[in-house]
Structures are given as C-alpha cells and as structure tokens.
C-alpha cells in the first residue's frame, strides 16, 4: 500500500500534483489542512474583533478538481482530506460540485463527522471534562480562554468504515497523523485491530513520511515536499529515501496514536535499492481509551506591514516615529524598506497602533509606501492538546455518490 501525505493549506493549486501522483503509483494521497494560527479580525473598518476560522477549508474543491481526471483515471486511488474542519459535510458538499462537474459523478464520497466539539465544549465541562494537559497536567480554563476551535483527532476506524463502503474520496474534520494510512492498510490488508505490531508500521509510516520532507526540505521531481512511502501486509515500511539520509530512527519518541502506541526503540533502516529504504523492527502495543483533542485558542492580537522610503535619511526619522509610538518590533530589509510588526493582548490597541502608523504614514505623501498594504490586526492562536474518553464522542461516516450530495 503505498502512500504519500501533502501540506495542501493554501486556496491555490498545488504544482505537479496530478503528474506527483502518476510517477509515485500511489494507492493513497493525504492532503492535509492545519488550521492557521493567525486569523484575520474581519472588517479592518470594524470597532470590534470578528475572529472566526471557515467552517471548512475551500482550498480543498481547488486541489480534488487538480486530480479529477486522476481519480477517474486509476480506480485504486484514494484521497483522503482533514479539510472538513468544524462541517466535514458541508465541504464534502462543495467538493462533491467539483467533481460531478468533471464528470465523476457516480465517485463514492464519504463525510466523516464528530470531530468538531467545539458546539459541545461547554456540555463536556459541565460532565467533569477538565481538558487538562496531555503533558503538563496544567488545567485549561475553558471559561477565561477565547476558544475558536475544539477538534477530536479521530482515529482510523471511521475512515476505514468509508473505505469499506468504497469511497475515493473521504474528507473528516480533524484525525491522528496516521489515521488515514492506518485505515487504508486495515482496508488493504484485512488486519485486525489489535494487529499492533503491523499497526505500528502504518503509524511510524505515516509519521516520518510527514516530518522528513521538511526536516531535510526534500522535494518530488514535480516540487512536492513528499516522500512516496509503503506499508506491506506484515507492516514494513519502504520509504523513498536514501538510508543515509535517515535519521536513526531508534532515538525517536514513543509514538501515542489513536489506535497504536509505537515504540522505535528497536527499529532500524537498510538500504533497499538505490534510493529506497527499508524500515523494520517497529514494536505496537494498545492505546489507551482517549482520542487527543486539540483546543485553539486566541492569546492576543498583532499587526505586520512592509514600508518602503525614496530616502535613507526619512526611513531613519520614521523609526524614531515608531518608538514614540510603542512599535519596537521593527527590521531593516535593505537600507530602504522596513517591516513592521506590533503585538498586545487587545484588539483595541492593536487597532489604535494600525491606525496612528497609517495616519503616520500619510503624512509622509509620496515619499513612502505600502508595498504589502496598511497593518490590520490578525489574532494570534496556540494550541492546547488535551484528551477525552472516546465513549464521548459519537461519529457518523455518510457515503454517496458524488451527485448525490448536493
């Protein structure tokens, strides 16, 4: 079974896709779409913050209908996105569009819902939900935190479920790094659960097909960042790449999945064949009752803009502007341009800064510019991962054909 996973969060297609997919034989391409952790406040003219992720990501209609004619094309494709965010149904809906239009229409597509619990935060907290730390056991206050996001890292058993019912394409709203390949090999192989050792293959396979293409900038001959990988029947692993070039694998962490945790510790890669490595010695056992759950949520808001001068002797009085502003976060790109960038807690100041560098600005006529238009304040975001029992969660897999859903 062989895979390959791409970054695909940009509304905007992704560069040799089609011929990546062709030239790597892929039985499964993971298109994955992390929430940003940087939102835009809505209006800039507006007095108040409008902070709010899509409720799906639209960049994925943009990249299925990319690999329309390659999913028609080769029957054993699979496509697999965690692009539904909080409405896995309503992206499934618009993608669906896109390929009835390119004449899949009868193509098995599957929604996977329950990941998105954000509607559901205040009822699990009121139930004795804590949502404390997975690491440090710190408790997270659900009530002083702007909360924007509450998403479930599904496991790979209801996308193994939409495989089953022959989708091609399967989108859910949020799933374990290797959810996707862990079902596809379940699919492929018919193991059992509680295959853990082959289990284990799949999830380290999945695991260091995503981190090595950006830990080593690895790049497809088509410009991907992404290392074509497989998994065989017995769970060994055969990574397109030099086994010179792999880290040694036996000093990674333990690896706590969804449906495996997966030790390294005896773990070893072997040149297959010029290019290729062979990945053996993955050792699985159970996990525990609890999927992660990831919390986003805003701590504060900041602003950046490029400026540039006709004149060195005006960029340096607009940096001593700057400091009796409050804007220290400044950096000097070339002798005439500078890049400005301002952070607080609130909206309000944030805004109030944006508004007396612009006017600022103004002053300065057609002696300065914006080359990336006036700031506009953005939310800055982290993540807080926690856990819930999975007899919380209820999960429901829709499969039909593409026409059919809209």
């Known amino acids: 079974m062989r895979f390959a996973t791409v970054e695909a969060s ?3 297609p992704i560069n040799g896709l089609e011929e990546f997919i062709s030239a790597a034989g892929l039985d499964l391409l993971q298109l994955r779409y992390r929430r940003p952790l940087t939102l835009p406040c809505g209006n ?52 669906a569009k896109v390929l009835t239009e390119a004449g899949c229409d009868e193509l098995l597509v599957s929604a996977v819902r329950g990941s998105n619990l954000l509607p559901m935060l205040d009822q699990l907290r009121f139930g004795g939900a804590e949502f404390t730390h997975r690491v440090t056991a710190a408790p997270f206050d659900t009530e002083g935190n702007n909360v924007l996001a509450a998403d479930l890292q599904l496991g790979a058993g209801p996308i193994q479920v939409a495989l089953a019912e022959g989708a091609r394409v399967v989108v859910a709203g949020n799933c374990d790094l ?15 659960w509680d295959d853990y050792q082959k289990l284990a293959g799949a999830a380290a396979a999945a695991t260091l097909a ?62 297959l064949s010029p290019g290729t490595a062979a990945l053996k010695g993955f050792q699985g056992s159970e996990p525990d009752d609890n999927w992660q759950l990831d919390l986003t949520y805003a701590t504060g808001y900041e602003a950046a803009s490029l400026l ?19 804007v220290s976060e400044t950096a000097r790109l070339g002798e005439l341009c500078l890049v400005l960038r301002y ?5 309000e100041e944030c805004y109030a800064c944006c508004l007396m560098i612009e006017q600022a600005v103004a002053q300065l006529g057609p002696d300065a510019g914006w080359l990336s238009g006036p700031p506009s304040p953005v939310a800055r975001c982290e993540r807080w991962p926690t856990s ?5 969660v209820d999960i429901a897999v829709d499969t039909r054909p593409a026409n059919e859903w809209y």
């Open 178 to 192: 290797s959810s996707a390949v862990a079902a596809a090999a379940v699919h492929r192989f018919n193991w059992n």
């Open 44 to 95: 800039r003219s507006a007095t108040s913050p409008e902070v709010h992720y899509p409720s799906f990501n639209e960049a994925f209609s943009t990249h299925l209908k990319q690999v329309a004619k390659t999913l028609y094309l080769e029957p054993g494709l699979r496509i697999f996105a965690d692009a539904g965010w909080g409405n896995a149904y309503g992206c499934v809906e618009a993608s």
């Open 210 to 271: 995503e981190h090595l293409p950006h830990r080593f900038s690895l790049q497809s001959p088509q410009s991907i960042a992404a290392i074509p990988t497989s998994v065989d029947a017995d769970g060994n692993v055969t990574i397109s790449l030099e086994a010179n070039r792999l880290p040694d694998i036996a000093d990674r962490p333990t690896l706590r999945a969804a449906d495996v945790v997966c030790s390294f510790t005896a773990a070893a890669a072997s040149p």
């Open 343 to 347: 952070r607080t807690q609130t909206f």
């Open 388 to 392: 819930l029992p999975k007899d919380q």
């Open 10 to 12: 940009l509304n905007a």
């Open 308 to 326: 540039q001068f006709s004149n060195l002797q005006l960029a340096e009085q607009f940096l001593e502007t700057l400091q009796t502003l409050g």
